[in-house]
Structure formats: C-alpha cells, structure tokens
C-alpha cells in the first residue's frame, strides 16, 4: 500500500489536472473518488489500472472505506464550506494526512479552530488552501521575508488576461456567503470599502485596474507570518468575466489541457524603509494547481516537512527550495527584488 493517495473530486476539473500529474510522477496507487459514481467510471476508461470508490460526505462509512490505507487524501471538492469537515474528520479516523485547494477564507478558519489539536497530537498533517489561491502567494510570501523576523505590510496583486471559470468555482461563489476578512493592525477585520487602484503586471497581463478580494492566502500568510497587514488585490476583469453568467468554462489549448488563461503574482513586502517583490507567471490557475500539490505530496512523502498538525504551505515546506524546484513550464518565479522606499 506505498504511496497510496486517495483523490476526492477526482473526476472535476482541477481534480484531473492533480490526478495527471501524480501519474505522470509515477504515482500508480491512487484510488479515484467522489460523489458521483458515472463519472468516476468515465475518468476510470482514461486510467484503466487505478482504483474507484464513490463516497459521499453525509455517510462517514462510505468515506472511509474509499479512502482505507490511503497515506494522502486530496481533497479537490469544493464547496469546501460542505467537504472538508467531514473529510478531515475522516482522515483523522483513518490516520490519513490531508490537503485541500480551497480559495473561501471560512473553511480554513474552521480547520484551524477544530482540529488543530488533535491533528497535532496524532502527528497528522492537514494542509488547506494549497492550490494557486492561497498556497502560491503563501509560498511566494514566505520565500520574500524569509530573513525577516517581523514585517509591516504584504500585498498580493494577482492578474489574470482573463477567467473563464468552472462549474465548481461558480457552486464555490454561490455557496460562500460570509464575508471577506483582510488582515490589518495585526488582526483579522472585515473588508472596508476601497477605491479601486492600477498595478503594473508587466507582459503579458500588462497595466490592469485592480480591486482588492481578500482570499484563502490572509488567513494561510498571518498564521506563520509576523505581519502587521496582508492585502490581496485581483484584476478588475477577471471579477468581471467571473461575475458574468454567460463566460464560458475552461477550454484547453495544449498537450496539458491547460486553457490560453495567463496569469501574473507579485508579492510586494515592507519592513522599515525596505521593499521587496517577487513574481510567479504561468498559464492557467487551475493547471497550476497541480504541480503545486504534488510537489508537496513529493515532501510529505520523503520527510521534507516542518512539521506536523494544522499548517500552511509557507510554514511546513522550505518555500524558496519548493518554489525553485517547480517546472518553469508550469510557473516561473523571478529573484526577490529589493529596494529602498523613497
């Protein structure tokens, strides 16, 4: 049973990115799960030798006999408001170390308070918000300050030429109720009003007007971090082709199924008079996603954590040697740039 890794939501669309790169790595031991049983067998025809279980999260049996044995759970099955309690709760049952993609602030928040305890005692590693929202700009974060021991200010600029968003992220939008929490005066707020502001993306996303939206990544960055205030802002028209009914899914474009999406993240730090930047840009949010989570299962496997209980990617990995090791054709990350603030 080495290496056996359970996918929750492995037939979405993010799921078969994750699902594609853990076989690409030679990961062969998976077992393919999720709620519906028709398209676990239409994923099942693309990989004939892997395992398939539905389960459903209101029946703690059914979960745990699909995930029985499994060292890793992914959990690729949003809305994470609904999924990840009762997955988490399993994963604890069984021994099994956990990982989730959730962009929505609550959940996190609620995996923190509830199973930050037992997690810990047991020696079970649960990760949330390890995806592009919220793992990334943790990541990037991390590696920027990684020799600072207190930090003013983080902002994190994120432009997309465009979003085409999926099903899932739309259920995900409708779902999520709760509002927005950034991170100031060295506690969580909520979101006041702002007037919006223009960043400079540089090629390809160029000069976009930018709003701030608050994601998974305050809560994931002002866990670990000593920050006085994190601030996430998103291209004003990507929020727009997200809030528009008639946008169309993801279409792929290459070998990868990736979509033509480009994206750019800047995280900008401040301490005293000194300023630091440093940028990802790749192609596609949802494709990314998987080199990011298997790059961490990769860790978990061979003893590369920091530690064990309720954490973030930033915190339990060696984020500048996580980031350096990820495929340039999946992301490029720049060297830190440091200035002085006029």
Request: with cysteine; proline share 4%.
């Amino acid at each position: 049973m080495k290496n056996r890794i359970a996918i929750y939501g492995a037939y979405g669309h993010t799921g078969k990115f994750i699902v594609s790169e853990l076989y690409r790595q030679g990961y062969t031991n998976l077992i393919l799960s999720g709620r519906d049983q028709e398209k676990l067998v239409l994923l099942n025809q693309e990989y004939p030798d892997l395992k398939i279980q539905a389960a459903s999260i209101h029946d703690p049996k059914t979960l745990d006999d699909a995930f029985s044995g499994a060292e890793i759970i992914i959990n690729c099955a949003g809305p994470y408001l609904d999924t990840a309690e009762p997955i988490i709760k399993s994963a604890l049952r069984l021994g099994s170390h956990y990982i989730d993609l959730t962009a929505e602030q609550k959940p996190v928040l609620d995996i923190f308070e509830q199973f930050s305890e037992q997690a810990k005692n047991d020696k079970i590693l649960i990760i949330p918000a390890s995806a592009f929202y919220g793992g990334l700009a943790d990541l990037l974060s991390t590696a920027l300050t990684h020799d600072w021991n207190q930090i003013d200010e983080i902002n994190v600029y994120i432009g997309l030429d465009s979003w085409h968003p999926t099903k899932g992220t739309r259920l995900t939008g409708d779902r999520n109720h709760y509002k927005r929490l950034t991170f100031k005066d060295n506690r969580l707020q909520e979101l006041e009003a702002s007037p919006s502001q223009e960043w400079d993306f540089k090629s390809p996303i160029g000069i976009k007007e930018v709003v701030a939206l608050p994601l998974s990544e305050i809560i994931t960055i002002s866990r670990h971090l000593n920050v006085s205030s994190v601030n996430t802002y998103l291209s004003q028209n990507s929020l727009n082709d997200l809030r528009n009914d008639d946008t169309p899914e993801p279409k792929a474009v290459d070998g990868k199924n990736r979509s033509s999406q480009q994206f750019c993240v800047d995280v900008v730090a401040t301490k005293d008079n000194q300023i630091r930047i440093i940028t990802a840009q790749g192609q596609d949010i949802y494709s990314v996603t998987a080199p990011l989570v298997v790059e961490g299962i990769n860790r978990i496997l061979s003893g590369r954590v920091k530690k064990t209980g309720v954490t973030t990617m930033g915190e339990v990995y060696d984020a500048a040697d996580f980031l350096q090791t990820l495929d340039e054709d999946d992301i490029q990350i720049s060297a830190i740039k440091e200035s002085q603030l006029n």
